[in-house]
């Protein structure tokens, strides 16, 4: 039986953003190297390059605010709508 029975989404949402960013705060951070982008396309090693990121921390996670408009059906009423999504490279998980 599920263990979140009971708990609204929002506060388990909540609940699990919090874990993660406790564990990935533990994570020791390491260096985006030359190394790390080698197997890429040039065009993409190129922009990294230039972008400034060699050297620096890899990101450990991310934070994405999405608004915007959606609806059911393609002749629906159009509805407004946002949503966050936060991503947590080292244990590989999305929340959203």
Same mark, same amino acid.
């Given at each position: &039986? *599920? ?5 609204? #989404?929002? +506060? +388990?949402? /909540? /609940?699990?953003? /919090?874990q993660q ?9 390491? $260096?985006? &190297? ?5 197997? $890429?396309?040039? #065009?993409? +090693? *190129?922009?990294?390059? @230039?972008? %400034?990121? #060699? %050297?620096?921390?890899?990101? @450990?996670?991310?934070r994405v605010? $999405?608004?915007?408009?959606?609806? @059911? @059906? ?8 946002h949503s966050?999504?936060? *991503? ?9």
């Amino acid at each position: &039986m *599920n263990q979140f029975i009971g708990i609204g #989404l929002r +506060r +388990r949402y /909540r /609940r699990e953003v /919090r874990q993660q960013t406790q564990l990935i705060s533990r994570v020791r951070p390491e $260096l985006l &190297m030359e190394s790390d982008i080698a197997h $890429l396309p040039e #065009l993409i +090693r *190129n922009y990294i390059q @230039k972008s %400034g990121a #060699l %050297g620096r921390p890899k990101v @450990k996670s991310f934070r994405v605010d $999405l608004a915007g408009r959606i609806r @059911k @059906k393609s002749n629906g009423v159009w509805m407004p709508f946002h949503s966050v999504q936060h *991503n947590f490279l080292a244990t590989m998980s999305r929340l959203f």
